[in-house]
Every structure is written in structure tokens, then in C-alpha cells.
């Protein structure tokens, strides 16, 4: 896009709120707070979802088993392979 094209659509647009009047200024403000209010919204969500996939990380970090422990075969003998993590991530919850 050049300058020339850039300066027809700021044009324009100026143009559209001389033009305008009250009515259709205040609808574009209230669609603009509504739709601001929706996206704060969805900001929240994805922050909060950020917040969860960091903690679940940092679980699977620091949760692995230690070569070596004691406790590395008791759960897959009870529960059957693979279950060392959940129960390590268990007792990390108690």
C-alpha cells in the first residue's frame, strides 16, 4: 500500500465523521465499548488459561521421577505402567 492509497482511506474516513451524525457517533461508540469489553473479556480467559498450562508445566518439571527413588516402581506395580506420575503428581497435591 502506498502513501497515496493511505492517504484516500484516512480521507474517506475522515469524510464519514463530518459527515455523520449524533446518532450514528454514539452507535460507533457504543459498539466500540461493547466490542472492548468483549475482548478485555477474551484477554481475561486466555490470561487465566496461560496462568493453568504454566502451573501444569511446572508440575511436569519438577514431578518427574528421581532415577533411583524408592517409591519409582510402587505405583506402577499397584496401578500398572505409567502410573508413577500420577501418583508422584498426588502426593504432591497432599
Not at 8 to 29: F, P, Q, R, T, Y
Not at 59 to 80: E, R
Amino acid at each position: 500500500m502506498d502513501v497515496e492509497q493511505v492517504a484516500a482511506i484516512v480521507g474517506d474516513k475522515v469524510a464519514l465523521l463530518v459527515d455523520s451524525d449524533e446518532s450514528a457517533i454514539e452507535h460507533a461508540e457504543v459498539t466500540f465499548a461493547e466490542r472492548n469489553t468483549q475482548l478485555t473479556l477474551e484477554i481475561d480467559a486466555l490470561k487465566e488459561k496461560l496462568t493453568t498450562l504454566e502451573i501444569v508445566a511446572g508440575c511436569l518439571q519438577y514431578l518427574a521421577p528421581a532415577p533411583g527413588n524408592p517409591l519409582d516402581g510402587f505405583a506402577d506395580a499397584i496401578c500398572g505402567p505409567g502410573a508413577s506420575f500420577l501418583f508422584y503428581f498426588v502426593v504432591m497435591l497432599l
